[in-house]
């Protein structure tokens, strides 16, 4: 038996899963990140090294419980957070604390601040180079202010381009394909990490379209919706467009394909564990006593409640886009009646209200038909949650067998790279299974539905108060 390792370097923690060659999980392991470094509004990092030293741990505890022998891995698909940068000195080292996505200095070109930078890259470069001693990235993880020819698939060769980034071409990495060998673990990168000297790592792309990838191939009439700190739909096609309305075109994670996302929530599946915190320690006591994970002890509970949480609605703009920085979460609709689990619920029913706006949106300018939805991501482990997500959008919604499609993802990358497989697409359909379905319940169906209308008006009425609230603290 041959394996792959799938590393998901995520928002929140670090996952490494170790896949046999028909997708199944041999062995796997999750270290949390560190909080962010928030000193001020607008500022976000991430503390000394942690994104390398998260992966070490991961890797080492993977590694730790893996059945088969080093010889038996073929090789490592490499993903880490997107639309982050690292700033590197000469020898590779980092010459700040990584900007996180929620940064908001991210939406403007890099600035040359400190003298010592020698290197503009992705966490995905810098990770490679952590790994391997090679200065390359993959082409498909620069979502943002990077001067990136996306028709290309290859940094931009014009000198008025570069300018405007501020990005000299010597301060980038050379860029590979997704599904290319990006280099080597290094001795070094083997001591710190457990795994074997020498094993190919494999290039991916930014962590929405190795989700894609892992959740199997999406047809003219299916969307994809990924339940991570950040919710965003999408779709895939052949064509790059460079303005829309509703959707930004970014690159997939098979080469020369496009992958459509949705308009998104910011800090999503981040509020729903805020609400289960403000629920207490009880949730968890009363969880364990059950033997279920606090999120699924709510999930059980808020079965209960009605469709539409009695009236109670959430607008769920935890974290407002630079676009729009008096955005503010809402709670709408309190009586005496509502209790803790009507919050939860109510917060399950925004993101899917919210993202059936997103994603219709998203849909139709692309003109096509909508009939079903694949759900990934860590919220995809909860049966109301995707029950909600069915009678919302009163279509059918599937998972894949391997909710971290995250994971599985960068495994197909690196079966391909290690030619396990001779593409994307034989690759996939070895390693990717589907779980289960939800069908829409009529009468829940309508709920959502008159609902709707009311809850698609709410921030046309709240955004004028939330500019003046804005102005008073800011």
């Known amino acids: 038996m041959k394996y792959l390792i799938g590393i ?11 896949f ?61 957070i997107r639309s982050c940068r690292a700033i590197l000195k000469e020898d590779g080292r980092l010459a700040h604390p990584v900007f996180n996505w929620m940064d908001l200095r991210l939406a403007r070109p890099y600035e040359h601040i400190f003298p010592e930078v020698a290197y503009v ?23 943002g202010e990077w001067p990136l020819d996306r028709l290309a698939w ?31 673990v290094t001795r070094a990168a083997a001591e710190a990490t457990g ?7 494999a290039a991916t792309a930014s962590d929405k379209a190795v989700e894609a990838l892992g959740a199997g191939p999406l047809d003219e009439e299916t969307a994809q919706i990924s339940l991570g700190t950040y919710i965003a739909a999408m779709v895939e096609g052949t064509d790059y467009t460079e303005t829309a309305d509703f959707y930004w075109t970014n690159l997939a994670c098979r080469p020369r394909r496009y992958l459509y996302e949705s308009h ?58 630079a676009a729009a920085l008096y955005k503010r979460g809402l709670m709408i609709g309190f009586t005496g009646r509502h209790t803790g689990l009507h919050m939860y619920r109510s917060v399950l029913e925004a993101i899917a209200l919210t993202m059936k706006g997103h994603c219709l949106a998203m849909t139709r300018e692309l003109g096509r038909p909508l009939k079903r939805l694949v759900i990934t991501g ?41 030619g396990l497989y001779g ?24 709920v959502y539905s008159r609902l709707d209308e009311i809850y698609s008006r709410i921030t046309g009425y709240t955004d004028e108060i939330l500019k003046q609230a804005y102005a008073v603290f800011h």
């Open 8 to 18: 998901d370097g995520g928002s929140q923690s670090t996952k490494v899963v170790i």
């Open 20 to 80: 046999d060659a028909t997708g199944h999980i041999a062995a796997e392991a999750q270290e949390p990140l560190k909080p962010l470094l928030l000193p001020r509004e607008g500022v976000a990092l991430h503390p000394e090294d942690d994104l390398w030293t998260s992966l070490a741990a991961a890797c080492r505890k993977a590694m730790s419980c893996f059945p088969g022998r080093p010889g038996d891995l073929l090789g490592a698909g490499l993903c880490t």
């Open 121 to 143: 890259t992705a966490t995905t470069g810098y990770i490679t180079y952590r790994l391997t001693g090679q200065r390359r990235d993959t082409v498909s993880n620069h979502n």
């Open 154 to 184: 290859d940094w931009s060769r014009d000198p008025d381009v570069l300018r405007r980034y501020n990005v000299p071409r010597a301060m980038l990495f050379d860029l590979v394909m997704p599904g290319a060998i990006l280099g080597r």
């Open 195 to 201: 795994l074997p000297e020498g094993l190919p790592v």
């Open 264 to 321: 998104g929530i910011r800090r999503g599946m981040s509020t729903v564990t805020w609400v289960r915190e403000l629920l207490g320690e009880e949730v968890v006591r009363r969880a364990a006593e059950k033997g279920l994970t606090p999120d699924n002890y709510l999930n059980l509970l808020a079965a209960d409640i009605p469709a539409g949480s009695e009236g109670l609605m959430t607008v769920p703009d935890w974290l407002a886009p």
């Open 378 to 418: 860590g919220g995809s482990n909860g049966g109301l949650f995707m029950q909600i997500f069915a009678d919302v959008f009163n279509i059918p919604v599937f998972r894949p067998a391997i909710n971290g499609a995250v994971s599985l993802g960068s495994a197909i990358c690196a079966a391909v790279g290690a």
């Open 423 to 446: 593409s994307f697409e034989e690759a996939m359909t070895k390693m990717i299974r589907r779980r289960d379905s939800f069908q829409p319940v009529p009468a829940q169906a309508e």
